[in-house]
């Protein structure tokens, strides 16, 4: 296969087309869907809407609900750890707030809990890796918050709703929005370096769905930005936290709150038992389960472990029927299938095409919508382009964007894009970029208030395990938002907590060895383990010859 | 000694190369990334394997080819694998991090040398430039660092993803990745400062210039609420 | 206009700031834009230069070749990079000399330079400013640039030691100097001969032993006092340092009533040529120059 500046040569037929039209597409504007034709595209195309990917959960509180089979599996799972085996006699770890989790929700959580007054040798953050290893330094189009005097939180409120089909909890939503402008100001004060205008004003970029430029960037590396001054601000403020020790299964005691965690370290293999008057979960989505077989997005450990562990708790749950894949994921060259290509390409001027070379939809709709038209595209019409492994994807059109803003600026406002595709040999500046939808975001998960508490006393959530931020749809931008609002609320309800009287009682794993009860009774098929803890991907080749040693025979 | 293989349909499909993981020879087929070949071979990886997509550095990198004396350096997750690669990762690097507060500082060479002295000992070898996977200058933003030039510091390590691989070469133990860290705080803090519009619209928050307004939406019957959305007026974009 | 690859060195970017502001402005009226080295690198003075230690040559030698580069993208440049800093001045120089004499260490040298793309071609000088004003520029043309004659400013120019040792990185006669004492002179100050034009500073022994650099600073103070002269002019932010921090707290210790503020020698020069005065960076100096400036009207 002979290969043209990254690209093989039946590709560089179909890019030809992209070449000729961009001068004629400079002002043209495809018209945005109607609410009633949004519907119809995701009905026809979104992985949401086809039930073949979908069944009930079959026990416990969201009994009845449908959701991705992959979620329904690792629901209807026994316990990785049998409760009999661990000895809550001995406490390892004895704190006040314990943080499960530590991406950006789980350290906005810790900081604001030290902040709000609980000393940090009553704080402890556990984590499955290391600290960051999370999809927060991943998100890289931007954050929004309506700080513009032409903007305003009552539009931003707007926006979101209606990106999430009106199902969003509007307290929630109201939280959201609300706190924004606070967020930015705390990062503002922290030192990171969100994008500036020569005025000294932040730039603001569109974002799908929204009606106002609010979206606040720090080049295309904003999540990172915004994570790693988070872990300085945590080392610098001496905040204990443990890496590669995920937690395995929450504890509650005799009265049915939740009282800590058991912590595994991944790498040592021994159990902790951790005693929390407070315990927050921040441990994020379910990316790794690669529901409906797509690729995607999401980091190493994102295996919805805390929905898990919460669900045997007796957590409810809510809107987990809604999975969003991010409209465009890298579809060639192989090594990167699924990965992200940021919504800011779009943001920036970047169109969607076909093989043709024409438009295919409004570059801005809310993602489930965007992504429906691409999946569209490709399933249903022949004016895709096919790569030489026979991934299907359209073309994003990337050069455009310097047609329109001047040469410099994919290197000065996307250069993770820029340097990801270039390892492959591809400049996205000459060239386009081909995409497909690709597993993203978890937009259901725990149920939980404004200030993060959940049905259950002692637990609270924030970020992506929770439900009801984002109704059906998350918009770009209001994920890293969400993260810190309530990750920040959620360490700020912890300290209220912290300054009350009350304690926990006597630890117990009673709730799992009830969800095993519950999971005996439906005599499943296949005997499955969760919390997943970290997906598999060794070759068939290698798991078939895998054994089991005794451990005392090493 | 001869070792019989197991065939699999895609070794007998794909080409296949040669790499040495740690030493061991393993048969990969040839488009996978690293990451995914060590994987292939059979490793569960628990360290060095962080977000997959090149932006956390957890998987740092490195390797060198038959007959060729250069270390190279690179993201395991961002790397196509070649033939005859031996490769390891380096997925921690002991570099201590100071601790200190942004707001006692100010922008400038002292804060610098206050909290990484070593700076001082750069002898411009450059061998931090030349292993870091996201081909930053790191020589230069350390130098600038020396100098107190503390936006071109943050400027040129933004990029950084903090894999340490620079730490782990430099002649003169320099922590570069913590060093960047620190210039871009010190940047965004005090030369970055926060807009007046910003400040005005928290405090507008604060005094709750908009609590009535909100109650009001959520108020509003999911009909009443979808028209609002459906008028609601597009001022930035270009919309048809 | 012609344009010279500058290489400030971190001291200009610190506590000099006004060294390099001066002599960037002054350095364009005359026709000899000082214009800096994008990226530059530390000229290796911090590191001890020990004649078989090649490792710690390569910040040198990569910063000849670097303003070698950037020498392409200036006007009229000859191959020339100009220094500031006189401890810059001599590493550059020393080294530049060696590598030209020993190809088989600049050999070993550029084979690790060599992946940078930044080897170097033995084809660069190094200059100091005051070397270029004189030899380049000229004390006509300076004087021709005066506005404001330095009347009533009694100074005492002072050398230090990089500036005329050794050898290899001397600027001037180490016995009997006068690139100072003419440039001055084209200023219209009146210029005044201390003895002690080359007495040690005390130079680094400021970070270890306090009390060695107080010995030296407060006798070149003593003599200038005793020829009276009301100022000092230097040409290296190091002796700057000793002379004006030092003497701040010696008065202190002793109630002397006498100052004598430190001028490097671009500021004088900015201000006989009229440049704003904010340029000099004076809030940086213990001993105000300002008083002085305003006693004899030449502060506006």
């Given at each position: 296969m002979a290969m043209i500046r990254g690209y093989p040569e039946n590709m560089r037929k179909s890019i030809e087309n992209v070449n000729k039209t961009r001068s004629k597409r400079l002002d043209q504007i495809i018209p945005d869907l109607t609410l009633a034709e949004r519907k119809e595209v995701l009905d026809g195309f979104h992985p949401d809407y086809n039930p073949k990917f979908k069944r009930n959960i079959t026990w416990g509180q969201n009994k009845g609900d449908n959701v991705p089979n992959e979620v329904v599996d690792v629901l209807e799972a026994y316990p990785m750890v049998n409760p009999d085996d661990i000895d809550l006699s001995q406490i390892d770890f004895d704190v006040n707030v314990l943080i499960v989790g530590a991406g950006g929700a789980g350290t906005s959580a810790a900081l604001w809990s030290k902040y709000a007054g609980v000393p940090k040798e009553e704080i402890l953050l556990a984590t499955k890796l290391r600290l960051g290893d999370c999809n927060t330094v991943m998100a890289q189009g931007g954050i929004q918050a309506a700080d513009r005097p032409d903007d305003s939180p009552i539009i931003h409120y707007l926006d979101a709703i209606g990106g999430g089909h009106f199902e969003n909890n509007p307290k929630l939503v109201n939280a959201l929005v609300a706190d924004g402008p606070k967020i930015i100001k705390w990062h503002k004060d922290l030192g990171m370096m969100y994008d500036c205008n020569e005025d000294g004003s932040l730039v603001q970029n569109p974002g799908g769905g929204t009606s106002r430029n609010r979206m606040h960037c720090a080049k295309d590396y904003t999540g990172m930005e915004i994570f790693r001054t988070l872990k300085d601000e945590i080392i610098n403020l001496e905040i204990p936290y443990l890496e590669f020790s995920p937690a395995v299964e929450l504890i509650t005691d005799e009265t049915g709150r939740v009282a800590g965690t058991v912590l595994y370290n991944i790498e040592t293999k021994q159990y902790f038992v951790v005693r929390a008057k407070t315990t927050i979960l921040t441990t994020g989505g379910f990316g790794r389960l690669h529901v409906a077989g797509f690729p995607t997005t999401n980091h190493y450990g994102a295996t919805m472990d805390g929905v898990v562990m919460a669900y045997r708790a007796g957590a409810k749950l809510r809107d987990l029927d809604a999975t969003q894949f991010h409209p465009t994921g890298a579809a060639f060259p192989e090594q990167i299938v699924g990965l992200l290509i940021t919504e800011k390409v779009r943001s920036l001027g970047g169109q969607v095409l076909g093989k043709d070379g024409e438009q295919l939809c409004y570059p801005l709709e809310p993602r489930d919508v965007e992504a429906s038209s691409i999946i569209k595209c490709c399933t249903s019409t022949d004016n895709y382009i096919e790569t030489p492994t026979q991934m299907r994807g359209v073309w994003l059109d990337s050069p455009l964007i310097e047609e329109i803003k001047g040469k410099g600026t994919i290197l000065n406002n996307l250069s993770a894009m820029y340097r990801m595709m270039n390892r492959f040999d591809i400049d996205i500046t000459e060239d386009p970029i081909l995409v497909y939808p690709t597993l993203h975001y978890q937009n259901g998960g725990i149920e939980h208030d404004e200030n993060c508490y959940t049905s259950i006393k002692g637990l609270l959530a924030a970020g992506e395990i929770s439900g009801g931020v984002h109704g059906k749809n998350r918009l770009m931008g209001n994920s890293l938002l969400e993260i810190n609002v309530f990750g920040r609320r959620a360490g700020m309800t912890a300290a209220k907590e912290f300054r009350k009287k009350s304690t926990v009682g006597k630890l117990s794993l009673t709730h799992v060895h009830k969800s095993i009860k519950a999971l005996d009774a439906l005599n499943l098929k296949d005997k499955r383990y969760s919390p997943t803890i970290l997906p598999e991907y060794r070759s068939d080749a290698v798991r078939a010859r895998l054994v089991q040693l005794y451990e005392e025979s090493l | 000694m001869a070792k019989a293989k197991p065939k699999t349909k895609t070794e007998n499909s794909t080409p296949m190369v040669k790499i040495f993981i740690m030493g061991a020879a393993h048969e990969v087929p040839a488009s996978l990334t690293i990451m995914k070949a060590i994987e292939y071979a059979g490793f569960k990886i628990t360290r060095g394997s962080g977000c997959r997509a090149g932006f956390c550095g957890a998987c740092g990198t490195i390797y060198r080819k038959e007959g060729d004396y250069r270390i190279y350096a690179a993201l395991a997750c961002q790397t196509q694998v070649e033939d005859g690669m031996v490769l390891t990762q380096l997925p921690f690097v002991p570099a201590p991090k100071a601790r200190y507060n942004v707001d006692e500082l100010q922008p400038n060479a002292s804060a610098m040398l206050k909290y990484y002295p070593e700076v001082a000992r750069c002898l411009s070898c450059n061998a931090c430039s030349k292993v870091c996977p996201q081909e930053i200058k790191v020589m230069d933003y350390v130098q600038y660092s020396l100098q107190g030039q503390i936006k071109k510091a943050a400027d040129e390590s933004f990029d950084c993803v903090q894999c340490g691989l620079c730490a782990i070469r430099c002649p003169a133990e320099i922590p570069q990745y913590h060093v960047g860290m620190l210039a871009r705080r010190l940047h965004g803090k005090y030369n970055l400062k926060a807009p007046e519009n910003l400040e005005h619209r928290v405090k507008e928050i604060e005094d709750g210039v908009y609590t009535e307004a909100f109650s009001e939406l959520m108020k509003l019957s999911k009909a009443d609420l979808k028209k609002r959305y459906t008028e609601r007026d597009f001022i930035d974009q270009k919309k048809a | 206009m012609v344009q010279y690859s500058y290489f400030p060195g971190c001291n200009l970017k610190t506590n000099a700031k006004g060294f390099e502001k001066s002599a960037v402005a002054v350095s364009k009226?005359?026709?000899?834009?000082?214009?800096?080295?994008?990226?530059?690198?530390?000229?290796?003075?911090?590191?001890?230069?020990?004649?078989?230690?090649?490792?710690?040559?390569?910040?040198?030698?990569?910063?000849?070749?670097?303003?070698?580069?950037?020498?392409?993208?200036?006007?009229?440049?000859?191959?020339?990079?100009?220094?500031?800093?006189?401890?810059?001045?001599?590493?550059?120089?020393?080294?530049?000399?060696?590598?030209?004499?020993?190809?088989?260490?600049?050999?070993?040298?550029?084979?690790?330079?060599?992946?940078?793309?930044?080897?170097?071609?033995?084809?660069?000088?190094?200059?100091?400013?005051?070397?270029?004003?004189?030899?380049?520029?000229?004390?006509?043309?300076?004087?021709?640039?005066?506005?404001?004659?330095?009347?009533?400013?009694?100074?005492?120019?002072?050398?230090?030691?990089?500036?005329?040792?050794?050898?290899?990185?001397?600027?001037?006669?180490?016995?009997?100097?006068?690139?100072?004492?003419?440039?001055?002179?084209?200023?219209?100050?009146?210029?005044?001969?201390?003895?002690?034009?080359?007495?040690?500073?005390?130079?680094?022994?400021?970070?270890?032993?306090?009390?060695?650099?107080?010995?030296?600073?407060?006798?070149?103070?003593?003599?200038?006092?005793?020829?009276?002269?009301?100022?000092?002019?230097?040409?290296?932010?190091?002796?700057?340092?000793?002379?004006?921090?030092?003497?701040?707290?010696?008065?202190?210790?002793?109630?002397?009533?006498?100052?004598?503020?430190?001028?490097?020698?671009?500021?004088?020069?900015?201000?006989?040529?009229?440049?704003?005065?904010?340029?000099?960076?004076?809030?940086?100096?213990?001993?105000?120059?300002?008083?002085?400036?305003?006693?004899?009207?030449?502060?506006?």
């Open positions: - | - | 009226k005359l026709n000899a834009e000082l214009v800096e080295i994008p990226n530059w690198n530390c000229c290796g003075t911090v590191h001890t230069m020990t004649s078989d230690n090649l490792m710690k040559r390569i910040a040198p030698v990569r910063v000849l070749s670097r303003s070698r580069k950037h020498i392409e993208e200036l006007e009229d440049s000859p191959n020339e990079v100009a220094t500031l800093c006189s401890m810059c001045n001599s590493t550059l120089k020393i080294v530049n000399k060696e590598v030209k004499v020993d190809e088989d260490k600049l050999s070993k040298i550029n084979y690790q330079l060599e992946e940078d793309e930044e080897t170097y071609a033995e084809d660069m000088e190094v200059k100091h400013f005051l070397e270029i004003l004189r030899d380049s520029v000229g004390y006509k043309n300076i004087a021709k640039k005066v506005i404001k004659e330095l009347k009533g400013i009694k100074v005492v120019p002072y050398y230090g030691c990089m500036l005329l040792h050794p050898e290899e990185a001397k600027i001037d006669d180490e016995e009997m100097p006068s690139v100072l004492e003419y440039l001055m002179e084209s200023l219209g100050a009146e210029v005044i001969f201390s003895p002690l034009f080359k007495f040690c500073c005390g130079s680094y022994h400021i970070v270890d032993d306090e009390t060695i650099v107080d010995s030296q600073v407060s006798k070149i103070l003593q003599d200038v006092r005793v020829k009276g002269a009301n100022a000092m002019v230097v040409a290296c932010p190091l002796c700057a340092y000793n002379l004006d921090y030092q003497q701040k707290k010696l008065i202190k210790q002793t109630g002397e009533k006498n100052p004598i503020p430190i001028f490097y020698f671009s500021q004088l020069m900015a201000i006989a040529m009229g440049e704003p005065i904010e340029i000099n960076h004076f809030e940086d100096h213990q001993i105000d120059p300002r008083k002085l400036l305003k006693e004899l009207k030449l502060e506006g």
